[in-house]
């Protein structure tokens, strides 16, 4: 019978398991379905599938950067409590994933996915075989990579749960580690203004009207305070229109501009961002660190 990657990804959703340890199932059990997920259980793939389901919102975040200063890869790598990420047997397993990203420079998780450990191993077994050891589920949940010429790579750690890359043009190290630093304390959207996504510019703007009206104030007075807080709203969330943290007196558009350089773009990972957990304010921490 024919494996096809239907089949695959209905074990893997059945399952939790890694998609080679699917297709290798499927093939010894030439498609048999239950006959797969017996033949898994059996496994060390299953101790790794019975513990898919639980949420992993814990984790570290890791970077990478070439001796040259010209690429750098951002990681994340998450367990279920925080009691894990303090373990050797995690450490080392994200470090040996940070060394491999920046190794292959993979553009995204998937095809990351896709790359062996030295020893030969799949990143799915390797996966599974630290989820034997700390007992707990474990997700390569997302990794990039980037790569200058003439540009400059700035990072930036605060502990281990938030991790900023910035690119400039023209500029110092200094400079974009300092605009790496000032990303993780404000979670900006995107650089500039045109970046923004018109849907959060709409949603935003018909919240503003509502308000505006409520206030039962006259047609053209509406129109010049929902220009004044979209206005607003726009320089918090744009990386250059916000103020720069370690000097509120300046934007960082003004701080850039004042070394002849240019922001190209930010990524930034907070442990579990986007996954249900216990809220905690990182960015607070990282702003008063920084202001102290």
């Known amino acids: 019978m024919a494996i096809t990657a239907a089949l695959v990804k209905d074990l893997r959703e059945r399952t939790g398991a890694g998609m080679m340890d699917c297709k290798r199932a499927l093939t010894e059990t030439n498609g048999d379905m239950e006959g797969a997920i017996d033949l898994m259980r059996t496994s060390g793939a299953a101790k790794a599938a019975k513990k898919s389901g639980r949420v992993a919102a814990e984790g570290l975040v890791k970077v990478n950067i070439s001796d040259d200063n010209k690429t750098a890869t951002i990681l994340e790598v998450n367990s279920e409590t925080d009691f894990v990420t303090k373990g050797d047997d995690f450490i080392n397993f994200v470090n040996t994933l940070g060394e491999l990203a920046l190794k292959t420079k993979p553009a995204d998780i998937e095809e990351f996915l896709t790359q062996a450990l030295d020893n030969g191993d799949s990143l799915d077994k390797a996966r599974e075989d630290i989820v034997a050891k700390v007992g707990e589920n474990v997700s390569i949940r997302r990794v990039k990579t980037v790569t200058v010429d003439s540009g400059v790579i700035g990072a930036y750690k605060h502990g281990e749960r938030i991790a900023v890359l910035a690119v400039l043009e023209g500029g110092d190290e200094t400079l974009a580690k300092d605009i790496a630093m000032h990303v993780a304390a404000t979670r900006p959207e995107c650089v500039t203004e045109d970046q ?64 002849n350089a240019e922001v190209v773009s930010f990524i930034r990972y907070e442990v579990g961002e986007g996954i249900e957990r216990k809220e905690e304010n990182f960015a607070d921490e990282v702003a008063a660190q920084m202001k102290g």
């Open 196 to 259: 923004l996504d018109t849907a959060l510019l709409e949603r935003e703007k018909a919240i503003f009207v509502e308000q505006a009206r409520e206030s039962g104030k006259p047609e053209n007075i509406i129109e010049k305070m929902i220009g004044g807080r979209m206005k607003k709203f726009v320089n918090e969330v744009t990386l250059y229109g916000q103020a720069f943290v370690k000097d509120p007196d300046t934007t960082v558009s003004a701080l850039v501009k004042a070394s």
